[in-house]
């Protein structure tokens, strides 16, 4: 009997290869950062994203000095001050973007490719990154913001389990706080605190560069060269401590809320786990597709118990978390982390439906050209890329890959790797009235 | 510079995220207008209009089927009624299944939501472009067949009800904004939150949706929007084939309170559990269109309001962050809003955080001299560039997003404006003066016209330091 549905992901095979994925070119600065590049000559505007190994996982024993740092660079660099630097940018159009998460602290620019404008904009990306200034005014300004969005995430009862779930999961893995800090230590940090973390972090060889726009190699060759000439070469970061579970079962943390919030989870894979695209699509089937899953069924469409309901792997440089998440009102909280820890079982112990794993496939292939149709998304794509070593090919052969993905090997990925009876898992919330 | 995370322009919109027809009527739509930057438009016979975008730089497209009707067409009692209706149309037609419309575009490798606003609903996808016609063949499916299953709209009210509790009850900038908004609008229906109030989704019946679907849901009050690597012609066949055969309505009049003018300061004071203090402050403003039948407003006056709010906070270099946030460290974050674009008359508002050194009281003297600033002192000439140079560099970067040139072309239109607007709008910021700034600020930023808005923390009993005993792994088993 032939089988009509091989026939059929075959057909939809050839029809996404016909759709090429845009051409990534590499190469390193002399200074030996390493450049990810994209040309896209339709729009003219240049995208730059500079990535560094610089997240929290290097705060060492001064959690949110990663953070800290990346802030205080943007501001003032260079012999400019804030307002000379913001007026100088603003006055081009340009676009200065930063931030850092565990993993990775970045910066960006989205200038027009009118070569004036954009070396204005390199010009002063360059300064930020190699010469920031850590003047008093900008360190004690950023202390004040970063301590009162502490205070808006602990008046927030997501923000609180979240924050909860990681450092209960992790224990004193670099993972384990929250980028953001803890006001004692951001109320600690002095100049030399940033100068320090700057230095030893802020280097070429711990560096991505990514380029996408209207320029061609030669332009974009160049321009990563002046990106960097000021940054010394340094040392990539130092390998991170493989995560293991400090803890499992249930914190409860009361909160005067309405609804409680639920986060459950687990230590889940690294960027290069062998079982990444087995782990990926199934929690697509499982809690992963925005609109169509089995956690969103059985919680909000069947129940109505919850608005957000969702799951993920963050697949990060050593594992990161698999999460799920939903929110409550408080006298249904019980029932709800009853249905989500059911659910969880019952696909582990049953595997997909072989209906529900053909149809997130369809999805995760067939969308594909629309994670890829923005120069925004290409240069998250390819920065992304090169800070984990993926090769080169890899925005080509991703549809392979997830075709190449078989029922057989979820079910076996999530035996092996979920455990629905050791879960971790933090529930904020009131009491139940 | 670590950006704080304001409440402004929070619960302007809310998302979800959570058969064929034969073909009549004649056999061509001819375009009722194209414009420079390659849109046309089209209408068809039945009155619903057809804007379609070309994009070639990806073979993917963007749907989008806008309604006029959100939160500004409900009256007290039925407040919450288009959102609710929003998340029912996801839950079945006559040949579709509950779910099945999100099921079907996700085997395509389509993504897709939907989003109510104050002035508008709309329902989105993205897609592959050879799968356009299967988006457009479920939209027109549920444009008219519709079904309304009381088991469904139970568990769904239910969700919107956790919605309301995740983005409001339990938010405190997010009560701020709801009370700000009712003490600023005595008749505007602005006064009402998008989500509803609670007890009107308590009251809310099957019954209330069948009526709402009735009466809104229609060609002739609904707007396509696509763009994408297709043609014109091509998707105007499209659309004809599943849209045309749709009956329009007569009878689309709508009666909108008109907001009378104010005449004093008001004032609302927000008093839950909390960390951080909040203000809010907003002045009642024209829009683009408020003009017309004569009531005093000047064409020109939305777009130097537009100014305004730009030279107060078109970025880091201008005055908010250069005087308030970094000269003064009054503020830890203060905020400009104002957009010429709505279906009634808005607020120009100001937002922000005192930092810890300061009052919200103080903070908001702070604000007001900067506002009498604007009063006494034309701007100067290289604020104005700068602003006229960063839209110019916005407007190639919007170019970016299929999904932003969509939204902006059903935006328009949707409110009752003119989709052109978004092409004219640099020359019209461009001739902007000094005077006309000075002008706007004299005129609507005055103190009779002003509402005020502040979040006052109650103490939360420290939450993470007394935690019920740990009930370990088997709760709820």
């Known amino acids: 009997m032939i089988d009509m549905r091989l026939l059929f992901v075959l057909l939809i095979g050839l029809a996404t290869t016909a759709q090429a994925a845009p051409e990534v070119q590499s190469w390193r600065t002399q200074g030996g950062a390493k450049v990810m590049y994209v040309q896209a000559p339709t729009l003219p505007m240049v995208d730059v994203r500079v990535v560094f190994d610089a997240g929290s996982a290097r705060d060492g024993d001064q959690p949110g000095l990663a953070l800290f740092t990346n802030a205080v660079m943007v501001d003032s660099a260079a012999g400019l001050d804030a307002d000379a630097l913001a007026e100088r940018l603003e006055s081009h159009g340009i676009e200065l973007g930063n931030g850092a998460l565990r993993d990775m602290a970045w910066f960006t620019v989205r200038s027009l490719s009118e070569p004036d404008t954009l070396d204005v904009a390199i010009d002063s990306l360059a300064g930020i990154l190699a010469e920031p200034t850590f003047a008093a005014r900008d360190i004690e300004r950023n202390r004040q913001q970063l301590l009162i969005g502490l205070r808006q995430k602990q008046q927030s009862p997501a923000s609180i389990a979240g924050r909860a779930f990681m450092s209960r999961l992790y224990g004193d893995h670099p993972y384990g706080h929250d980028p953001s800090g803890e006001p004692a230590s951001i109320r600690a940090f002095r100049r030399a605190d940033l100068q320090a973390f700057h230095r030893r972090y802020y280097v070429a060889a711990n560096a991505v560069i990514a380029i996408v726009g209207d320029l061609d190699r030669k332009a974009a060759q160049a321009l990563a060269e002046r990106l960097t000439a000021r940054l010394p070469e340094g040392r990539h970061a130092p390998e991170l401590p493989t995560p293991v579970a400090a803890n499992s079962g249930i914190e409860r943390l009361r909160f005067p809320s309405t609804q409680t919030h639920l986060y459950l989870g687990q230590i889940g894979m690294a960027r290069h786990d062998p079982d990444y695209f087995a782990l990926y699509v199934g929690n697509h089937v499982f809690g992963g597709g925005s609109l169509v899953s089995l956690l969103g069924e059985e919680v909000r469409n069947k129940r109505g118990l919850s608005y957000s309901v969702y799951s993920y792997f963050s697949p990060m440089r050593v594992a990161g978390p698999f999460l799920m998440v939903a929110q409550t009102k408080n006298a249904q909280a019980d029932e709800t982390i009853a249905v989500m820890r059911e659910t969880l079982a019952r696909f582990i112990s049953e595997g997909p439906a072989r209906d529900d794993f053909d149809k997130a496939k369809q999805n995760l292939v067939g969308g594909f050209p629309l994670k890829v149709s923005s120069n925004k998304q290409i240069v998250e794509y390819i920065a992304m890329m090169g800070f984990y070593d993926y090769p080169l090919d890899w925005l080509d052969t991703l549809t392979d890959k997830l075709e190449a993905v078989t029922l057989e090997q979820v079910r076996d990925a999530f035996r092996r790797r979920v455990d629905p009876q050791a879960l971790t898992g933090v529930v904020v919330g009131g009491a139940a009235e | ?477």
């Open chain 2, 1 to 477: 510079m670590f950006d704080l995370k304001l409440a402004g322009g929070l619960l302007l919109a809310l998302s979800l995220g959570g058969c064929a027809a034969l073909e009549t009527g004649p056999a061509q739509t001819v375009p009722v207008a194209a414009s420079e930057a390659g849109v046309t438009e089209y209408m068809l016979d039945n009155g619903m209009k057809v804007l379609v975008k070309p994009d070639h730089r990806a073979p993917v497209v963007v749907s989008q089927v806008w309604y006029k009707v959100g939160s500004s067409y409900e009256y007290p009692g039925i407040t919450g009624l288009s959102h609710v209706l929003e998340h029912m149309m996801f839950k079945g037609t006559k040949t579709v299944g509950p779910g099945e419309f999100s099921r079907i575009i996700a085997a395509k490798g389509g993504s897709e939501n939907a989003f109510t606003g104050r002035d508008y609903t709309a329902y989105f996808e993205t897609l592959s472009k050879q799968h356009l016609e299967t988006a457009l063949r479920l939209e027109a499916d549920r444009m008219h067949n519709l079904v309304l299953d009381p088991a469904e709209f139970a568990k769904e009210l239910e969700v919107v009800k956790e919605e309301r509790r995740l983005r409001t009850e339990d938010k405190p900038t997010g009560l701020t904004y709801e009370n700000f908004n009712a003490a600023a609008w005595r008749a505007s229906p602005y006064h009402n939150p998008v989500i509803g109030w609670m007890s009107d989704l308590d009251h809310m019946t099957v019954d209330d949706l069948a009526a709402w679907y009735q009466r809104w849901y229609a060609p002739n009050n609904a707007t396509l929007v696509v763009v994408g690597d297709v043609t014109p012609e091509a998707v105007v066949q499209l659309a004809r084939r599943h849209f045309g055969p749709i009956a329009p309505f007569d009878d689309l009049e709508l009666k909108t309170p008109v907001e009378p003018v104010q005449h004093g300061i008001s004032r609302v004071e927000v008093r839950v559990p909390a960390r951080q203090s909040y203000l809010m402050m907003g002045y009642k403003t024209p829009i683009v269109g408020s003009g017309v039948g004569g009531n005093g407003t000047e064409d020109w006056e939305p777009y130097a309001l537009y100014v305004l709010s730009a030279i107060l906070d078109g970025g880091s270099s201008a005055r908010f962050s250069r005087e308030l946030e970094r000269d003064r460290a009054i503020a830890a974050a203060a905020d400009a809003d104002y957009s010429p674009y709505s279906r009634l008359p808005d607020m120009l508002t100001l937002d922000g955080i005192p930092t810890d050194a300061h009052s919200t009281r103080e903070l908001e003297q702070a604000l007001l001299e900067q506002v009498e600033r604007l009063k006494s002192e034309p701007v100067s000439r290289a604020e104005l560039d700068r602003i006229v140079t960063q839209l110019v560099a916005g407007k190639v970067f919007e170019r970016d997003s299929m999904f932003y040139q969509a939204m902006q072309l059903g935006m328009l239109e949707t409110v009752g404006l003119d989709w052109r607007l978004s092409e004219q709008e640099l020359a019209s910021v461009r001739a902007v003066t000094p005077a006309q700034v000075q002008a706007v600020a004299r005129k609507y930023l005055t103190r009779d016209n002003l509402t005020v808005g502040e979040l006052v923390p109650l103490p939360i009993e420290s939450p993470t330091a007394t935690p019920r005993p740990a009930q370990g792994d088997q709760t709820g088993d």
